[in-house]
């Protein structure tokens, strides 16, 4: 007899941290997921996905997951472990909290460290989230990727709302600023295309010729960490030749004039010196940027992991203010789309748990200091979840010297056996998206999504919420909200009364699998000034940066590490290192997968000719790249992609799959942004110097 498999399709969403967000369909077979894809229907998606996510499917079902919770049995990072049980597993757990809570030095030792290994409201900040502010431990300060960006947006801006993405397709001039639109937001691409086939102009603005780049009209390669420069110098040009929008400055602006006298200081020969520029460009730049309808600017967290971060993105900001370009709908600019979401965070999160006094809170970018220098009180306990800090985390040589004290008890929750897992004491098995349920905001469009699980989950695996579910219980938090089911926390996140989530329910969300919020279709957000800021205007004058030590106007704040501002250093280290997103990788995750593997072949660095020349460096040596922190080896590629000065070497890797056993990140340093405490992955001088064959 022929028995016919009977196949259904599920509803997801892509996880990962990516500002697309993409709605998914998945295939379920005979209780297997075999076939993920773009929903079709979905405005955004458009029936696609990248080529890091089309096989997720194998990502789920691959033989590497881990399966079992995990004793460690050898030394930390030795990678050497016993299969154990999830009774044993959490009795483990609970015992070492408990006593670290009832410790003279108290739950502050522990400390929670997790990203966006996904995004999903349940899975990423909700259980969590209660767990450890119930506990008492030390709150993380998340601040690895967005967050020196995010506090320079909202000090112009007011809150990380911006043009709607879908309204691209109308701008004749279009700004690809510290983006790589093509590797980490694909799916603005055709948005991107749509526009250039009706006769707009695509600039990219990045020290790298990308993949986007070339795809671009013209590319404009700054140095690194010098775009705040760049930006009042063409306020500087767009204020001398009276193109700026007085009208729009004088109605929805606060601080027009203390900015037109101070951009005086930023004439165009001047900042070419800074950025490595022709004055020629910023003046060309500046008149096309001014004089064309709608003009768009697309500014991605690249740009900001530098010491001026946020200052860098305050001051880009400023610029559709000056010129009038948020009066069309597709003008302005876009950061992040995430304050279009107005979700119920205190639901979902139960700040009103934490004890009082309010525990200490760590930064997740100085995680070398805080698990090696002195804090007080120690750190005593790490629980690793939603990320890979072992690969991720900058000035990684102190990183990996503070996982291995023998006197951490670590635990990390994940899929696959990573680098952090090797340095742990408990290593819990976790569920993917297609084995539990979410919720998904997005940070690059307008639309919640909702992930069905696909499929039971594999092996022993167990979701985040459920194990903070789990650790709750035997911890005796007697709290009803730890009873929450997963569907019951998605409620909870939509339960406000703000307009934009008016009449919207987990039940339509799940109608369609994803529902657009309720913004127009077409809106210019502040064609009529309303911006989220304390004044209601676009802040090109701020009194809450002042209040903070910070310049009130926009400013240049030149990188930590550059030639400029370090000249000593640059004597001994002398290129700048920009370690971009790798095209088949999401940072760590995907860098263990073999179809991605074959994509990005080996662990790179580009490099001018000029610099590769007069290092006695040729296409295809392997070389070592260090400076005072540590070094890594890698293989050269000899090219104009990279400018002078320049070196670029797209990551994630995972250190136990690179060629000596460590990444790029030995490299990069704990030094923060001006602004938010954010990590400055791209500002780092090294050297590079050939090995032996
Ligand atoms: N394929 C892929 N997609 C991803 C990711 C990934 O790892 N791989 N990561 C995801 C995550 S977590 C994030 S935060 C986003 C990041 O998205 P993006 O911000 O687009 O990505 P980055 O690669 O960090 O930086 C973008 C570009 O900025 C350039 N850049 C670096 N420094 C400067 C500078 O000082 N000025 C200017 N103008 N440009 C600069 C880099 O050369 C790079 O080409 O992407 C997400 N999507
Ligand atoms: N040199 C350099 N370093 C960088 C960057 C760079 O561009 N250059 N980018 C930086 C940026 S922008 C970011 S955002 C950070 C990101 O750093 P991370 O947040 O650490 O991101 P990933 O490396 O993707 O690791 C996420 C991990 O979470 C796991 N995971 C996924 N889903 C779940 C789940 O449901 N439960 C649990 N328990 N685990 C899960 C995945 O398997 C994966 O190992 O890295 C930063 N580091
Ligand atoms: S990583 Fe980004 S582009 Fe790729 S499927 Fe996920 S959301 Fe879409
Ligand atoms: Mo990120």
Redesign the pocket.
Known sequence: MNETIEQKIVHGACP?????TCAMLVTVAGGRAVRVAGDPAHPFTRGTL???VANYHERTHSSERVKTCLRRVGAKGAGQFMPISWDEALEEITARFRALSESAEGAETIMPYS??GTMGLVQSESMDRRFFNRLGASILDRTI??SAGSAGYDATIGARLGTDPERFADARLILL?????I????HLWPFILEAKHRGARLIA????R?R??DQCDEH????????AA?ALGLMHVIFAEGLEDRDYLERHTVGAEELRRHVREYAPARVAEICGLEAETIVRLAREYATTRPAVIR????????AG?GM?VRTITCLPAVTGAWRDAAGGCLLSTSSTFPLNYAALERPDLLPTPRPRTLNMSVLGGALTKVVDPPVRALYVYNSNPAAVAPDQAQVLAGLKRDDLFTVVHEQFMTDTCDYADIVLPATTQLEHFDLHKAYGHLYLIVNEPAIAPLHEAKSNSEVFRLLAARLGFAEDCFKDSDEEIARQALATDHPALQGITLERVREHGWLRLNVPETFAPFADGNFPTASGKCELYSERLAAQGLPPVPEFIP?HESRASAPALAARFPLAL?????????????ANLPKQLRQERRPFIEINPQDADVRGIADGDRVRAFNERGACELTAVVTTRARAGVV?S???WWNKLSPDGVNINQLTSQALTDMGGGAT???ALVEVERLGA
Do not use: E, M
């Open positions: 990962h941290d990516c500002p697309d990248c080529t890091k990203y966006c990727c967005a600023w510290g983006t790589n639109t590797t980490s937001n694909v603005i990045d020290p790298r990308t986007t780049a404009i390669a700054p140095l690194p960490g010098t775009d760049l500014l991605n967290y690249g740009l900001q992991r530098h971060g860098a990188p920009v370690s971009p997103a790798a095209h088949a990788f999401l940072n760590s995750s995907f670029v797209p990551s994630v992955f791209y500002d």
